[in-house]
């Protein structure tokens, strides 16, 4: 027998084995990939899941971070309503004084008329935290960031023109409590209405009953001085609603809550009815006499 040829022959019938598993090869990868691909119909279904799952989880996140923002908002009445019970400890139990726009210091000088929280949440030239830094509890806080709801995203007014420059503040006070005496007028008639000026004061009708703090409408927010008189039929001074139609209230006692609102008077005011100067009527009045009622004692 020939060497040469019978290895010739041996050479040929590896190289056609080869070719033969080679092609196995090529032909059950490109199966394995045709089962791998997907088809138009898989890649809707795949999609049309991903949507009903994002339609599902999407309400479930907003609402975690609405409650996240109420906590917060919570946190932020509690350490403003304790350094104004702090101040009054270190003050023989006068509480700090609460002055609206007849009494704000200038520019040039924050130490003009001491207040709780000097500065006009619609005044440009106001809204720094250097007014919120000039403020008599702000040495017992020490945070500017406190002073502002996390879930108010409005921007300054100036003069009733939308600004892009952040609030400093959001939450006002009770006017009722401790007022400058230019801005006990702003109050309107205190006939037969307690004005607290010191701790022992709150005795009637309890501090737990007599709120202090509150996040405040962001078309109503001016001065730190919030009006609300047992004797008054409109909203003058306007809760916020940041909340789902609700805000952060604080009371005297320490204790804060998220409080509901259900009068569209409240909720629905918007920028057009203050540059209009409008002082809405209650469409549910029992959300204006509640405030009358935690706002001061009335005879």
């Known amino acids: ?30 199966r394995a990939a045709g089962r791998m691909a997907f088809t138009l119909i898989e890649l809707l279904v795949v999609i049309a899941i991903i949507a009903i799952l994002a339609a599902l989880l999407l309400p479930t996140l907003a609402k975690s971070k609405e409650q996240a923002q109420g906590v917060k908002c919570l946190s ?5 309503t304790l350094a104004w ?14 002055g609206d726009e007849n009494y704000e210091p ?41 002073y502002v709801c996390p879930a108010d995203n409005t921007d300054v007014l100036n003069d009733f023109v939308q600004t892009s420059t952040p609030k400093t ?39 737990s009953k007599i709120w202090l703090l509150m996040d405040e409408n962001p078309w109503s927010i001016n001065d730190a001085f919030m009006v609300c008189n047992p004797q008054d039929t409109t ?23 998220i409080h509901k609102w259900m009068d569209p008077a409240v ?5 057009q009815d203050a540059a209009a100067g409008q002082d809405p009527t209650p469409v549910v009045p029992s959300d204006l006499h509640w405030l009358q009622t935690a706002s001061t004692y009335y005879k």
């Open 1 to 30: 027998m020939n060497t040469a040829t019978g290895l010739g022959s041996v050479g040929a019938s590896v190289s056609t084995i080869d070719r033969t598993d080679s092609t196995a090869e090529r032909r059950q990868s490109q």
């Open 76 to 80: 932020n009445l509690r350490q403003l």
């Open 85 to 98: 019970v702090m101040y009054s400890g270190d003050n023989k139990d006068y509480l700090p004084v609460n």
């Open 106 to 146: 200038t520019i040039l000088d924050l130490t003009a008329n001491p207040q709780w929280c000097p500065g006009r949440e619609d005044e440009l030239a106001e809204c720094t935290n250097r007014f919120i830094m000039a403020g008599l509890i702000y040495p017992y806080v020490k945070n500017p960031a406190v």
């Open 169 to 207: 503040r959001s939450v006002s006070m009770n006017g009722w409590i401790s007022p400058a005496p230019p801005s006990v007028q702003d109050l309107g008639s205190s006939v037969g209405c307690v004005i607290y000026h010191k701790t022992g004061d709150l005795n009637n009708p309890g501090a």
């Open 235 to 257: 909203w003058v001074d306007h809760p916020a609603s940041y909340h789902n139609r609700a805000n952060g209230i604080s009371f005297c006692d320490g204790h804060a809550e």
């Open 267 to 271: 909720y629905n005011y918007n920028l």
